[in-house]
C-alpha cells in the first residue's frame, strides 16, 4: 500500500442545476479535467475504509456502513451516497463516488450492475495511468540524480592532481576511478619548500555533490595549511579546526598526509583514520602505521607522527577503502590482507597499480559495478646514483687536533649516505675527505687546535661537494703532483707528500681556491656514476 | 670508530718473515713499524699482513714507501696480503704494487 495514490477519491458535488445524466459517470474520474471542482479526500492509507473497498465485491453503500473511519465521514459529508471502487489486480486504484440520484431516489440494481461493469473497466485503465503518471516523475528523479552525478565527477576531477609530480629518483603514479555514483576520494601532490613534497590521500564519506563539495573544501584548506606548517600532525590538526564548525551533519573526512623528502627518503606522516600506507621492503611487505580520528567530527585533535625513511628500491602504496571493500560474486571482500599480499608479491615486475587492479578485476565478478570510489597512488624509489636529492647541506667543524680527520670523513660518510653513492666510490670520498681535513690541521691550521677546520657537505645537481676551509690563507698551497716513487725508494727524495695525489686520484674533482684568509678545498663527487679518472 | 692503536708483530712462516699489523697504518705507526722491519733480520722476504688494518693513511703511504725502499736496498722482497680492495685501490694508484706482491686472501699473487 505504499504507492498509495495521492488522492484516491474525488467526491463530485452535486450540482445546483439539474445536472444532466453523464454527470453520475466516471468522467468524474481524477485526472479528468472536465470534472467540476470538487473536494479532494484522502483516504490513509491504514484507514479501515481501504480495506473495506478493497474486498468490497461491487458498489458500497455508504449510508449503511459502519466502520470507526475518519475517511468514511468525509466522504458522507462530502454528499457521496454510493461509492464504487475500482480494484485492479488486487489494488485498490480509485474509487468512483456518486452522490444521490437527482430523483432522490436509491440506485436501482441496474445502476449498480453498470456502475460495477464500469469500475472493471476503468480500473484497469486507471491503473496504467498511474504506473505511467508514477514512472515518469521517477525518470524525472532519475535524470536529476544523472546529472548530480555529473556535477559531482566534474567537481571531483578538478580538483584532483592534473600532473604527476616530477621527483628525481622517484617512480610517482596514482590511479582514480569513481564509482557510478561518485564516492568523495581525493589525493594531491602539495610542493613545498626545499624540495619536499607533500602527499594526501583521503575519503569523504557520503557521495554525489555534497561528499564532492566537502573533498573540494579538504583539499583546499590542507593546501593552504601545508604551506604554512611543516609538521603533518600539525597540518591535519588545523585542518580538522577549519573543517569541524562546517562539516555537513553525518559527514567526516578520513585522510592521511605525509611530507616526503625525496633525497632521503624520509616520510613523516600523520593520519586522520584512513587506510594506512603500505610499504614493500626486502623483508616483506610492511603497514606504516599512525591514527587518529577523521576530520570535522571533533575540534582540538592532535595527531601523533609517524617517520618512515624509504629506501632505495621501496614501493609505498597509499589507498582508499574502493579495493578493499570490494566484493567477489560470493560477496567476499577483497580486504586488506589480500591487498597486502598483492603489493608484496614479486611474481612479475609490473609495476603495483596494476598489479593491485590486475588482481581486483580476476576477483571481482564480471561487469562489476564499483561499489566505492578506487584510488590509488604508488612511489617507488627508484633510488641508487639515480637519485637526484633537491637537498643537501650540513656543515660542522673540528677543531685542528692530529686524528680528527678520521672522525670528519665519517661524519660526512653518513651525511651522504642517502645519496646511494657505490661502497667503493664512498670508500675514495672517505680517503679525499680525511686527506684533505689532514693538510687543513697540519698545514692550514698548523695544528693549533684553537682553530676550526670548517666542512661543508653540499649537493649541487649531479655533483656532490664538500668544501674543507682552514685558516691558512696566507701560505701557499703547492700543486698536486704525481710523486717520484723511484726517487723516493732510492732515497733521494722523502717518503712523503702523497697527500694531495691522494685526493686528486679519489674524486671527480678538487678546486683548491683561497680568500687570503682560507684555504678552501673542493671535493667533487659526481653522482651518476661514471668511472671517475682515479684508475 | 674509535681509532684502533697501531701494533705490529713479527713472525715467520715457511721462512718469509710476516710483519702483521693491526689498526691504523698512519704517523703514529712510524715507531713500531720500523721496529718491527728491523727484526726481519734480512730474510728474503718480508710479507706484510693488512688482514687487521682499518685505515692507511697519506702519511701510512708514505711509511711504506719508506720500508720498502730500505727492502730494496737490502735486496729483500716485500708482499702485502690482506689488503681492502679500496687499498688495493690505492696501492695500484699509488704504484706501490708496482714494486711489491700484492697477494689475495688465499696468498695468491694478484
Known amino acids: 500500500m505504499s504507492a498509495w495514490p495521492q488522492s484516491i477519491a474525488r467526491v463530485i458535488r452535486r450540482s445546483e442545476r439539474p445536472a444532466a445524466a453523464t454527470e453520475e459517470t466516471p468522467a468524474a474520474l481524477e485526472p479528468a479535467p472536465a470534472a467540476p471542482a470538487a473536494p479532494v479526500v ?52 480509485g474509487l468512483l463516488n456518486l452522490g444521490p440520484r437527482l430523483s432522490d431516489q436509491d440506485y436501482s440494481t441496474d445502476d449498480r450492475k453498470l456502475l460495477n461493469s464500469l469500475a472493471a473497466q476503468a480500473a484497469p485503465a486507471l491503473q496504467v495511468a498511474q504506473l505511467v503518471r508514477r514512472q515518469e516523475a521517477e525518470a524525472r528523479s532519475r535524470e536529476r540524480i544523472e546529472q548530480e552525478l555529473r556535477v559531482a ?3 571531483q576531477q578538478n580538483f584532483l592532481p592534473k600532473q604527476l ?43 554525489g555533490v555534497p561528499a564532492a563539495m566537502v573533498m573540494a573544501a579538504t583539499r ?129 615486475k609490473a609495476e603495483v597499480i596494476d598489479r593491485v587492479l590486475t588482481e581486483l578485476d580476476r576477483f571481482t565478478p564480471q561487469g562489476w559495478e564499483q561499489e566505492d570510489d578506487i584510488t590509488l597512488v604508488a612511489l617507488t624509489r627508484t633510488g641508487g646514483a639515480a637519485a637526484a636529492p633537491a637537498t643537501l647541506d650540513v656543515s660542522f667543524t673540528i677543531p685542528s687536533e692530529q686524528g680528527n680527520e678520521r672522525a670528519a670523513s ?12 657505490e661502497p667503493a666510490r664512498l670508500e675514495r670520498l672517505k680517503t679525499a675527505v680525511s686527506e684533505a681535513v689532514m693538510n687543513a690541521i697540519e698545514h692550514g691550521n698548523q695544528s693549533n ?11 649541487e645537481g649531479r655533483e656532490l661537494l664538500v668544501r674543507i676551509t682552514d685558516q691558512g690563507g696566507e701560505r701557499e698551497i703547492p700543486e698536486a703532483e704525481t710523486p717520484d716513487l723511484e726517487a723516493k725508494l732510492e732515497g733521494l727524495q722523502k717518503p712523503r707528500g702523497w697527500g694531495l695525489f691522494l685526493i686528486k686520484n679519489m674524486v671527480d674533482d678538487l678546486r683548491v681556491t683561497t680568500d687570503g684568509v682560507h684555504h678552501i678545498a673542493e671535493l667533487v663527487m659526481r653522482l651518476e656514476g661514471e668511472d671517475d679518472g682515479g684508475d | 670508530m674509535a681509532a684502533t692503536e697501531f701494533a705490529a708483530r713479527v713472525g ?31 730474510e728474503a722476504v718480508v710479507l706484510l699482513d693488512f688482514s687487521a688494518v682499518d685505515y692507511i693513511n697519506s702519511t701510512g703511504i708514505a711509511l711504506i714507501v719508506g720500508l720498502l725502499g730500505q727492502a730494496r736496498a737490502a735486496g729483500q722482497e716485500v708482499q702485502a696480503r690482506g689488503l681492502a680492495e679500496h687499498y688495493r685501490e690505492i696501492f695500484r694508484i699509488t704504484r706501490l704494487s708496482d714494486f711489491m706482491t700484492i697477494l689475495d686472501d688465499a696468498g695468491e699473487e694478484t
Open chain 1, 42 to 93: 484522502q483516504i490513509p492509507p491504514h484507514d479501515p475504509l481501504v480495506a473495506y473497498f478493497q474486498s468490497a465485491p461491487g458498489a458500497v453503500d455508504l449510508a449503511g456502513l459502519e466502520l470507526d473511519s475518519p475517511a468514511l465521514e468525509e466522504l458522507r459529508a462530502a454528499g457521496v451516497r454510493l461509492a464504487v471502487p475500482l480494484v485492479s489486480q488486487g489494488e485498490l486504484v
Open chain 1, 153 to 155: 565527477t566534474l567537481i
Open chain 1, 165 to 207: 609530480p616530477d621527483l628525481p629518483g622517484w617512480h610517482v603514479s596514482a590511479y582514480y576511478r569513481p564509482a557510478r555514483e561518485v564516492g568523495g576520494d581525493f589525493y594531491d601532490f602539495v610542493e613545498l619548500p626545499e624540495g619536499q613534497i607533500g602527499l594526501v590521500i583521503g575519503d569523504v564519506t557520503d557521495k
Open chain 1, 220 to 348: 583546499s584548506v590542507l593546501r593552504a595549511s601545508a604551506q604554512r606548517v611543516v609538521s603533518p600532525g600539525e597540518v591535519l590538526s588545523r585542518v580538522n579546526e577549519l573543517m569541524c564548525p562546517d562539516m555537513p551533519a553525518k559527514m567526516f573526512v578520513t585522510c592521511l598526509y605525509g611530507v616526503l623528502e625525496p633525497s632521503t627518503g624520509r616520510f613523516r606522516f600523520a593520519n586522520a583514520g584512513h587506510n594506512l600506507p603500505y610499504v614493500r621492503t626486502a623483508e616483506g611487505t610492511i603497514e606504516l602505521r599512525a591514527t587518529g580520528m577523521p576530520l570535522g567530527l571533533l575540534p582540538g585533535i592532535v595527531y601523533e607522527e609517524t617517520e618512515a625513511v624509504l629506501e632505495p628500491g621501496q614501493v609505498m602504496l597509499l589507498h582508499s577503502d574502493g579495493v578493499a571493500e570490494a566484493h567477489s560474486a560470493e560477496s567476499e571482500m577483497f580486504g586488506f590482507p589480500r591487498l597486502l599480499d598483492v603489493v608484496g608479491s614479486r611474481q612479475d
Open chain 1, 410 to 421: 665519517e661524519r660526512v660518510a653518513e651525511a651522504v649516505e642517502s645519496l646511494g653513492l
Open chain 1, 449 to 459: 687546535p684553537e682553530l676550526p677546520v670548517e666542512i661543508g657537505i653540499r649537493r
Open chain 2, 12 to 42: 715467520t712462516e715457511d721462512g718469509v718473515a710476516v710483519i702483521d699489523l693491526t689498526g691504523e697504518v698512519s704517523a703514529a705507526a712510524e715507531q713500531k713499524l720500523l721496529e718491527a722491519y728491523a727484526q726481519t733480520n734480512g
